[in-house]
């Protein structure tokens, strides 16, 4: 009997499915961001390939996939003087604050002071 796998991104390390029994069956679901997804797990699937082995693979446990949830991986915000302001606009006092929430998804806590500064703060 030969062993049926599915990987993903041509990757052979990257194995979403396995069966000894010669045949393998795996679902994926389209998210919001119009990427394929495997249940349980937030990697990207742009490609699969299905694989077919004489020699079972070695019963060596794979160490999971960590990716970061995609909420989690936005850059920071860039800070913006005004752009050709008037007699009565300036810059303010700009400070933004990065935190996670519960659910882990990065959240950008932005305070604007009215007074008037030369430059833009800038914290991470």
Request: glycine share 4%; net charge positive.
């Amino acid at each position: 009997m030969q062993t049926a796998i599915i990987y993903a991104n041509g990757i052979k390390t990257n194995l979403l499915a396995m069966s000894p029994t010669g045949m393998v069956q795996l679902t994926l679901t389209c998210d919001d961001n119009i990427h394929w997804k495997v249940s349980k797990s937030m990697a990207n699937v742009w490609n699969v390939t299905c694989l077919l082995r004489d020699i079972p693979i070695p019963t060596t446990p794979l160490p999971p996939i960590t990716t970061p949830i995609p909420c989690s991986t936005c850059l920071n915000i860039r800070a913006e003087r005004v752009k050709n302001p008037s007699l009565t606009e300036g810059d303010g006092k700009l400070v933004i604050t990065y935190m996670q929430n519960q659910l882990g998804c990065r959240v950008a806590q932005i305070l604007c002071n009215a007074s008037v500064v030369s430059g833009l703060d800038h914290f991470a």
